[in-house]
Nanobody, 117 residues
Framework: QVQLEESGGGLVQPGGSLRLSCVPSGSISRLSVMGWYRQAPGKQRELVASITRGGDTNYSDSVKGRFTISRDNAKNTMYLQMNSLKPEDTAVYYC???????????WGQGTQVTVSS
């Protein structure tokens, strides 16, 4: 079983920055794809960014140039650096991971990001 601990969310003014962290724990093998999703009230959950073990990244068009996803394979830890935050970035952000050779995805409980003046 895999548990995901997310941190770094909070309240920030437009134009500010936050850094989210996702730390898996439990009985796990090495992780393959890791990613961040977000869900705002009344909207579907959407992929924000993902990163493969080899470092290939994918971003939602709405965050390109502002967010940077990264990972530390030795620590199985993932980060999301969020710059130039906008009110429309307000959402609950979820960490998701997949283990090598396994198809199941694991989800964190989410961390709230609120961008407001």
């Amino acid at each position: 079983q895999v548990q995901l601990e997310e941190s770094g969310g909070g309240l920030v003014q437009p134009g500010g920055s936050l850094r989210l962290s996702c730390v898996p724990s439990g009985s796990i093998s090495r992780l393959s794809v890791m990613g961040w999703y977000r869900q705002a009230p009344g909207k579907q959950r959407e992929l924000v960014a993902s990163i493969t073990r080899g470092g290939d990244t994918n971003y939602s068009d709405s965050v390109k140039g502002r967010f940077t996803i990264s990972r530390d394979n030795a620590k199985n830890t993932m980060y999301l650096q969020m710059n130039s935050l906008k009110p429309e970035d307000t959402a609950v952000y979820y960490c998701t991971v997949r283990q090598i050779f396994r198809t199941a995805n694991y989800w964190g409980q989410g961390t709230q990001v609120t961008v407001s003046s």
